[in-house]
């Protein structure tokens, strides 16, 4: 029999609602597993034993009761670091915020607690979720499970890393530019970026307010739309969230995709794409066609510049989202005379290298004088961005790609070069800047043994047909490979 | 296009960012990079394409007038740097407000 | 030179929500610091702003009801600049679509009427207060400050005119209007003193119909007549400057209350670039032709249509129409005083005189009278009847004023009520005629100029409580017939 570690979030639930196991078990054999692999891994800033003790407590009891248990009762979950918690340390992966404990909790962590999973830490990621590897946190970078030299990808690495390593069979992440989808790639899991407006905004510590969104990591499919469907709704908190009731998730999620019209992205194919990669997403291609789906190539000029977009648009939000971290209302406070000599200093001690890279360029972005260049461009993108897609949908239910062009590298091989780190998420930010949602799922292991993600990306609001497809791949190439730990 | 030192000091005042002078030298060299890069791209659009703030076409989303419960004065302070009579303490403001 | 001011003004008015713009604090002035806020208005990290209807349906009618046009299509926007004061370090406000455009507010000073062109009307959100701790309290000498967030976050309308305005009375005229237009709709408690509002004035100076000169602002102008004062030294001292000479510098300016003084802020060098671009936190605004209909139709009564009903209805004169209809809460005291049965003209001269003063006097509002309309409107009824004269009548107003007691009693007790018994009457004209020998030989020898001395006597002898046409007559008579 399996260790307990190494059970899905579906199985956890089922046996922990059978009795055959208890919740504080599932949360000690977790709780264990993060304290042996923490010292290499690094997935976690603040690891929350206590807290999964104490809500696997009340879910045991609460069965003990006889009463019925939510869908994801005793299920371990790792929740990246950028979501408040009540009373829990909440950092952003910044120093700024090294002693923020916020007076209050976001909509999705009082979903998560109903939803009965057991919080088992805050999740490490690149500060204030910039960046591609997690190189950015002011705790250390996560190390892949796959391969420890290497980086987990980012900014959501913490959690994927995480439930790569079977520390939680879930997590929890943000997605403002790939953030959930390329670490999920990365690490060899499944992660998804639902939406806009779909999961609520509340209290996740913003990066760029128009983009992020926060979502599900899992080891299998199902366990991804079981956990999409705890935070998924409308939150009245959130001006952006989507009134639209939440489809059940599991519904029709073997329905298959024999008809399915399906669109290779042939921006994705460029020769930046490493061999294995290509490789990779070529068998997936060949995969989905057996299963009936009619795959076609399709051209999105706008993909290429996606890119230049996004790194005009989310400097800009972020430059004003940050803002508040001044040392006046809480987090770090530097020493100065005045109020904005401590302003400057406590930024300038509290912020690293690539968020001070941001916040300039996105202040330069919005400046007098500059607006209509940057900025004003940069949404006008934006919309050719909307318009290829929706050109593209006329013909197609979904499109693919690889979600990364590369597999998981060196831990400091990229560091100096901000371009070339840019370019991990080339494939990804187009869906965010059009608010759809998509979804990175394993595809197999690369020339060099490092895992590969595919990339579904659908219309607003196709969750449901991106899980569906995704299963429905998932189950004809059978379980994705875990890595040697 | 290539930022000049004095560009990214008043960025940098904008931003509130006390950088060193090592700092300013490679934000200058990167953001020109970058920048550069950027505009290559963005030459695409032309004034004819309108400009995306909001993905979504979702408007009119309000709140009603009503109070609510706050938090507890302890409370909100609890994050404070520093704290003094209820209030927010901060260094000397030089400077008035807009 | 003969130059000629041109003003525009800025006008910030917070509105009266039960909660503020984006969060549910109540907005109730007092209370202990910080007290009143929540993570959303803190700007703690991670939370979220949710626009208040109320107070987006209160801006569009102070649109409305400034004629303007309430914008299809409208947007929050981000103004950001470091301040303490504001938690997020940007302001959420309104930018190039702001909710209202385009209106108009007349003004009528001294009979000359000037249309001020409104440019727009926007909504924003207000700062939090700070505290200088220092040996004088002023910011400029502190040792350091404390902040208080519990003002941080409630809804504040901007309304910004067209410079269109040309003096100091006519600034002042239409912060007036503006207020009781405000006053009117109901969507502010408009007490400058409380700080709910308060105006900015762009100035400068030019030759008639000539280029506008150098622009200056005048900020944070926290009462009506602290626009007349700051505005009329600021004209002397620009008009001073030109007429010498000498440059003026585009800058900002602070009026100093206490000096009556403008004093530089800072230069237009120092000024901000507050690199506005769309809050991606909040939605657009589409006000449909229905929604702006039914807040138009809900418009009430407003000053300038309320002004001329009053006049037509109660043949009250221009400036008895503006002085009885300058508030709702005043045009109610009128209406209610006319509805206990006084005559619209004499409720009016009332109100202009005794009441105001004595309002004035007690510094509180008319909504705190102590004399109620149908308190007045029966003191009105006694004088008309002739039971007190109208100086006895402005006495019993001062002690029921005072006492909040009806005048009916105040007379009563007092032994007030007009002597009109012709028998009392002839007793005090003898005495008075009796010791007052030598006036009545001058009187009867032609001196009639001495017969008003004679009348105050005789109503010195009745302790005032005398009708003085029944005195002027008896006396008269008495007089001319040699009688006693
Ligand atoms: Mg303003
Ligand atoms: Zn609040």
Known sequence: MSELWQLSATEIAMRIANGEISAVEVAEAHNARIEALEPEINAFITPTPDIARAQAKAIDERRATGAPLPPLAGVPLALKDVICVDGVRTTAGSRILDAYVPPYSGTVVHMLADAGTLLVGKANMDEFAMGSSTENSAYGVTKNPWDLARVPGGSSGGSAAAVAAGMAPIGIGTDTGGSIRQPASLCGVVGMKPTYGRVSRYGLIAFASSLDQIGPFARNVRDTALLLNAIAGHDPKDSTSIPDPVPQYLDGLDAGIDGLRIGIVKESLSEGTQPGVAGRFKDAIETLTSLGGEVEEVSLPSFAHALSAYYLIAPAECSSNLARYDGVRYGMRADAPTVSEMNARTRAQGFGDEVKRRVMLGTYALSAGYYDAYYGKAQKVRTLVIRDFDEAYQKFDILVSPTSPTTAFKIGEKADDPLAMYLNDLFTIPSNLAGAPAISIPCGLAEDGLPVGLQIMGPLLSESLLLRAAFAYESARGPAERPPL | ?98 | MNYEAVIGLECHVELNTESKMFCGCPTTFGGEPNTRTCPVCLGEPGSLPVPNRRAVESTMMIGLALGCRVAPHSLFHRKNYFYPDMPKNYQISQYDLPLCIGGRLDVEVAGTKTTVGITRVHLEEDTGKSLHIGTTGRISEAKYSLVDYNRAGIPLVEVVSEPDIRSAAEAQRYVAELRSILEALGVSDVRMEEGSMRCDANISMREPGGEFGTKVEIKNLNSIRSVGRALTFEIERQRKALEAGQALLQETRHFDESSGVTKTLRSKEEAFDYRYFPEPDLLPISATADWVSALESSLPELPQARRARLAAEHGLSVEQAHAVGASVASTGYFEGTVAAGANGRDAAVWMAGELGRALNNAGVGIQDARVSPAQLADLIRLVGAETVNLNTAKRVFQMAFESGDDPGVIIGREGMAQVSDEGALATAIAAVVASNATEVERFRAGEEKVFGFLVGQVMRETKGKANPALVNDLLRKVLTTGGA
């Open chain 2, 1 to 98: 296009m290539a930022l000049t030192k004095e560009q990214v000091l008043h960025v940098a005042k904008l931003a509130r960012l006390a950088l060193s002078d090592d700092e300013i030298e490679k934000f200058q060299r990167q953001l020109s990079v970058i920048l550069d890069h950027a505009e290559k791209v963005m030459a695409l659009a032309d004034d004819g394409v309108p400009a995306t703030a909001h993905a979504l076409p979702l408007s009119n989303v309000f709140r009603e007038d009503v109070a609510e419960p706050c938090l507890p004065q302890d409370k909100a302070l609890s994050t404070a740097p520093e704290s003094e009579q209820g209030r927010f303490k901060v260094p000397r403001i030089m400077e008035d407000p807009t």
